[in-house]
Nanobody, 120 residues
Framework: QVTLVQSGGGSEQSGGSLTLTCAAS????????MSWLRQGPGKDQRDEVA?????GTFYRASVKGRFTISRVNNILSLQMNGLKPEDTGKYYC????????????????WGPGVQVTVSS
């Protein structure tokens, strides 16, 4: 069993910065890919925000140039700069037993999510 523990998030004004982290613990395997997904207000689906896998890094078009995903061993991070109100949502860390995560909607493991609220 793998546990994803998330930290970070909170409230910030437009233009500000926040950092999210996700630590994977338990029986971790190699290879596995990790991603950040967001569930917007009033929405059921979780949209891919940023992915890091064996093919490289991928970003949702709306966050490209503002967000940076990184991973050091079992720690996944998302540096969010230039925040905008449309970045508001619940951010989930996810991991999958695969080399590739980009475009995936179903993952083996999910973090509990952290709320990010950006005010104008």
């Amino acid at each position: 069993q793998v546990t994803l523990v998330q930290s970070g998030g909170g409230s910030e004004q437009s233009g500000g910065s926040l950092t999210l982290t996700c630590a994977a613990s338990g029986h971790t395997w190699n290879p596995y890919c990790m991603s950040w997904l967001r569930q917007g207000p009033g929405k059921d689906q979780r949209d891919e925000v940023a992915v890091i896998d064996d093919a490289g890094t991928f970003y949702r078009a709306s966050v490209k140039g503002r967000f940076t995903i990184s991973r050091v061993n079992n720690i996944l991070s998302l540096q969010m700069n230039g925040l905008k109100p449309e970045d508001t949502g619940k951010y989930y860390c996810a991991a999958h037993v695969s080399k590739f995560c980009h475009g995936r909607t179903w993952y083996n493991y999910w973090g509990p999510g952290v709320q990010v609220t950006v005010s104008s």
